[in-house]
């Protein structure tokens, strides 16, 4: 049975409904807490970014990523910051796609991260602070405890942090400790700030639902792979929240609840910025992607 339709949700929009706070209101401590532990299904910043900002970033990736056409088809969840100018270079991988799909070693991983570091800095150079240190800026305004990069629990190495993502993505749940062997992750929040958005549609849709279990790999030939494209029924009867999306626009949201993009006109006309921020025990935010 294909699962990979966008459908209407089938429950109820109930009582669970995001914040939306201005771009120069800080962010709360309680608010910020709701969101991770899903008290909410998200917070909406609006115009976190300027018009300027997102054109200046369209047109660096273009640059960049002269092979972005390759990333289009599949599972339409590859990432749009490629790894320099060369025509086979890889992309920036999330940890979703490495656990999955097994794109790379952690070594290689290692060999490569600084070069993604330089090249999402380089996005905004001469415009806005680095993506990442927005988001991190942002957070750490509202948060009690450190705010700090991911370590792989294992190697120890630094994780890479900050993925772009053309499209939108099919029914998932992300789960850090699902991905990453060992991550210690209480909650968990997916923020993005968004580059661009044709709509209408392409809002970001939360379903008060969880689901358990790191999924098949790839190899397992089973579907589906990972959490991702999971079929509605697992929805069903759901309460859920639909968050509007702009160009420059901020959401962070508990992601470790399902949650889909609503149909829009051109996936290929809506890009994200994304990144994963987990919660461990003792209250630190860790970054990654
Ligand atoms: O709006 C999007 O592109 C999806 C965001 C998402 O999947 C996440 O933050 O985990
Ligand atoms: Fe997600």
Redesign the pocket.
């Known amino acids: 049975m294909a699962v990979n339709t966008l459908q209407p949700a089938r429950g109820d929009p109930g009582s669970w409904r995001h914040e939306t706070i201005d771009a120069d209101t800080p962010l709360s401590q309680e608010m910020l807490r709701r969101a991770l532990v899903g008290e909410i299904p998200g917070i909406r910043i609006p115009g976190v970014i300027g018009p300027e900002v997102c054109e200046t970033v369209l047109g660096n990736l273009l640059a960049f990523s002269k092979q972005r056409a390759a990333y289009a088809g599949g599972l339409n969840i590859g990432s749009a910051l490629a790894d320099g100018f060369d025509e086979n270079a890889k992309a920036v991988k999330s940890h979703w796609e490495l656990r999955y799909m097994n794109a790379m070693t952690w070594e290689e991983y290692g060999a490569r991260k600084p070069g993604w570091e330089s090249m999402r800095e380089s996005l905004t150079k001469g415009v806005a602070p680095d993506l990442l240190s927005i988001v991190q800026h942002r957070l750490q305004a509202a948060w009690p405890g450190k705010v700090t990069r991911a370590r792989h629990p294992v190697t120890g190495q630094e994780l890479y942090a900050g993925i772009l ?1 053309p ?3 099919k029914l ?1 749940a ?1 789960w850090a400790a699902d991905d990453i062997r060992g991550m210690p992750a209480v909650h968990q929040i ?3 700030i ?1 580059i661009r958005n044709q709509g209408p549609g ?1 809002d ?1 849709r939360v379903f008060r639902t969880l689901v358990a279990g790191p999924g098949n790999t790839a190899n397992s030939g089973l579907v589906p792979i990972g959490n991702y494209d999971l079929p509605y029924s697992i929805v069903d009867g759901a309460e859920y929240d639909v968050i509007p ?1 702009r160009g420059g626009d901020m ?1 962070i ?1 508990p ?1 470790r609840y399902l ?1 889909d ?1 609503t149909p829009c006109p051109d996936e290929s006309m ?1 890009m ?1 910025f ?1 990144v ?1 921020a987990v919660m461990l025990l003792d209250g630190t935010l860790v970054l990654f992607s």
Do not use: F, K
Request: proline fraction near 5%; avoid cysteine; glycine fraction near 18%.
């Open positions: 993502r499209g939108a993505p998932h992300d997916g923020i993005s968004y392409g970001l999306v959401i949201a992601n949650h993009v809506r994200a994304g994963h």
